[in-house]
């Protein structure tokens, strides 16, 4: 079984649990790499089982350019800001065209603990953009930050790791459903 993790992250968080989430994956035989969203190539996400997208959640959704700007004016280094999930998501035709198989799809993002209860969230608007496109998502968590640039909350990275090492029989039991 091979699976990427496409991540985003603007102050690191996303990127740790993105290796968690490997990690857990790993621990299982699973063949998981993480690869940052600015740097996808074409041969990283050919032939997957399994791609998991991970970004943190700007404005209740997934971030922009004046969002990710944002973040780089509150200390996140600017290579990060190169590029975003949703940028990417709007060009994926090119990476996975519609044309040819297409791995089923595990969504995550990050936010901030007391806003636990807001609507909206970058895994929630990635999952929409991924079934109008004619994706398959087999599963979507969030994952929570003390504040804006981190700490990770407390367990979040045992959590990550934990949902990770789930994910094959999340997509074995989505497969016994469709
Ligand atoms: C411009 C901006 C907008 C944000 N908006 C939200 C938000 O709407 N909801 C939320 O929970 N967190 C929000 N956050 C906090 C991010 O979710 C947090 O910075 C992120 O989870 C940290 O992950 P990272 O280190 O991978 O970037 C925002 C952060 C920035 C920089």
Redesign the pocket.
Known sequence: MKVVIVC??????????ADQVRDGLRDLGVEADVVEVADVQDEDVAGLDLLVIA???????L?RPT??A??VS?G?DPR?ARAGVREWLADIDRYLPATAARPPVAVF????LK??H?P???AGRASRTLRHAGFQVIDRMSFY?E????PLADGEGLRARDWGAELPESLRRYRVRA
């Not at 985003?8 to 649990?17: D, Q, R, Y």
């Not at 504040?147 to 981190?150: A, V």
Request: net charge neutral; aromatic share 4%; charged share 20%.
């Open positions: 985003e992250s603007m102050f690191g968080n996303t990127e740790a649990l970004a943190p959640t700007h404005a209740l959704s971030s969002s990710r944002d973040a509150q996140a990060r993002d990050t936010r901030v806003t636990k807001w909206g969230s970058a930050v504040g804006l640039t981190g």
